[in-house]
């Protein structure tokens, strides 16, 4: 059975770092996109991040570039999410899904199934 699952969220302070990651079972990872989603309480589930099945492109949110990376490690079957500089407006639940679509439209969180139960992210001092 395909299973995404998150991990790697907590409380951090503002200007701190976590490292999510996006472990699969049931499936190899390696022949799609994956993408990275975030929802805040009362807020719309909103796409972070993508990165392409090969790992050789990404791409970002504009509220989060330059801060948050994407990386995935198709040998360990899992895929990361790196952030930086944390700010309060990070502060949500954040998931980790399969695009089978293989377009990385972040926008189009339809094309995107899959997903795991999400890891709370709180950015607060």
């Known amino acids: 059975q395909l299973q995404l699952v998150e991990s790697g969220g907590g409380l951090v302070q503002p200007g701190g770092s976590l490292k999510l990651s996006c472990a699969a079972s049931g499936f190899t990872l390696d022949y799609y996109p994956i993408g990275w989603f975030r929802q805040a309480p009362g807020k719309e589930r909103e796409g972070v991040s993508c990165i392409s099945s090969s790992g050789g492109s990404t791409n970002y949110a504009d509220s989060v570039k330059g801060r948050f990376t994407i990386s995935r490690d198709n040998a360990r079957n899992t895929v990361y999410l790196r952030m930086n500089s944390l700010k309060p407006e990070d502060t949500a639940v954040y998931y980790c899904?399969?695009?089978?679509?293989?377009?990385?439209?972040?926008?189009?969180?339809?094309?995107?199934?899959?997903w795991g139960q999400g890891t709370q992210v709180t950015v607060s001092s």
């Open positions: 899904a399969v695009d089978f679509f293989r377009a990385c439209r972040l926008t189009r969180t339809s094309d995107f199934a899959s």
